[in-house]
């Protein structure tokens, strides 16, 4: 049987391979409706929309590569319903390869059985 915290661990790691695969669309089952995410620079993206053509701008530029968050600790509420997930991030580029980088902190929640990312917010340490 798989755990709430294998389940969110795989997710991510579907989320990375989509994002170096440069595909937007397939992302949007990831995110809740509702999601808000807050960019490295402090910049908010609210809705999964807005995430999804901000993810296929920047596929968009052919020097991008990639996007990898790494997880270093999932913690579940007492419902089981809800997580944060913890961790680091690079962003990739062709011309400069890993260039920005930080921590990041996810919100995810439990919808219809499936774990979904209700927000994110990125903190750039370098780059």
């Known amino acids: 049987m798989t755990t709430p915290k294998d389940a969110i661990l795989a997710r991510r790691r579907l989320t990375n391979k989509l994002i170096a695969a440069r595909d937007a669309a397939r992302l949007r089952p990831f995110f ?41 600790a999932v913690e579940l509420d007492a419902a089981g319903e809800r997580a944060a997930e913890r961790g680091t991030w690079v962003a990739v ?33 370098r780059g």
Do not use: C, M, N
């Not at 011309?95 to 750039?124: C, D, M, N, P």
């Open 93 to 125: 580029s062709r011309s400069q390869g890993e260039h920005i980088a930080g921590w990041y902190l996810a919100a995810w929640t439990k919808v219809r059985g499936q774990w979904l990312i209700e927000s994110e917010t990125f903190v750039t340490l």
């Open 32 to 72: 809740d409706p509702g999601v808000t995410v807050i960019v490295g620079d402090g910049g908010v993206i609210s809705g999964v929309e807005a995430v999804i053509a901000a993810f296929a701008a920047q596929f968009a530029d052919p020097d991008f590569t990639a996007f990898v968050r790494t997880p270093e």
